[in-house]
């Protein structure tokens, strides 16, 4: 869940873990502007120091990729081992902008990714789009089998167990539950996740519905929720657990 109001999260509060000063004044100003609150940390010391203060944790991380003390990948993984920072977004920067470096990105948690150089104007509204999918929506439950997914609190429980996914990943699986039985192809899945641009060719999806499978099947490498249809897409299956009708 990306908004936890009890441990005193203050809206448009973001957090940046970057060593470039001159990048990280301007994507602050920009912020600012914007009417954000923003934190800067250049370093991961400093970015966990701020990080363990829970009466005040940021709605949006923006972590860089490589640091001084460390690398920003293996940081987003320890993240998402925190069950305190699980659902934090993480925006992830980087000056290496190969396809390898997002896929890793987006395999251990960063829910978007952005090459360096970028345009303030595209980071803005990627920031805008994390966050909106943070906020609460109409108490809802979809239920399939032993899976449900809680559009209130934006989890999965399997069994009634919460499943780990980061809130991207929420986001995509419930626009598949949402369309259960229909066969989407990348270009709809990203379509239908609006407002987060994600390329094609970086397999972006994939891994995605990989991580997505490792929380919510029995078995990751025999899928009995979220189905490849080869050469089509993806299909979320309607009837799950042995249901009948």
Do not use: W
């Not at 925190?82 to 896929?103: I, K, Q, T, Y």
């Not at 989890?155 to 699986?173: I, K, M, N, V, Y």
């Not at 995605?208 to 029995?218: G, L, T």
């Amino acid at each position: 869940m990306a908004v936890l109001p009890e441990m005193g999260r203050t809206p448009g509060q973001v957090l940046i873990v970057d060593d470039d000063a001159r990048l990280a004044e301007m994507v602050q100003g920009y912020l600012g502007a914007a009417g954000f609150r923003v934190q800067v940390a250049p370093n991961l010391t400093q970015g966990r120091s701020l990080l363990a203060a829970r009466s005040a944790l940021p709605d949006l991380l923006i972590l860089d990729l490589m640091l001084p003390d460390g690398d920003g990948l293996d940081f987003c993984r320890q993240l998402r081992q925190e069950p305190h920072l699980r659902g934090l977004p993480v925006l992830m920067l980087s000056a290496r902008g190969e396809p390898l470096d997002r896929v890793l990105g987006l395999e251990l948690g960063a829910d978007d990714y952005l090459p360096k150089p970028f345009e303030p104007r595209e980071l803005l509204a990627r920031v805008k789009a994390l966050l909106r999918r943070g906020q609460p929506t109409q108490a809802e439950t979809l239920r399939f089998g032993r899976l449900e997914i809680d559009l209130g609190e934006r989890s999965a429980r399997l069994g009634g167990q919460p499943c780990d996914l980061t809130s991207h990943q929420f986001e995509l699986l419930l626009v598949m539950a949402r369309n259960a039985g229909r066969v989407m192809s990348r270009d709809q899945i990203m379509d239908a996740l609006k407002g987060h641009p994600l390329e094609a060719f970086d397999r972006s999806i994939d891994v995605h519905i990989s991580r997505i499978r490792a929380a919510i099947e029995d078995d990751p490498k025999e899928p009995k929720r979220v189905l490849t249809v080869r050469g089509a897409g993806y299909v979320f299956a309607r009837k799950q657990d042995g249901e009948l009708g």
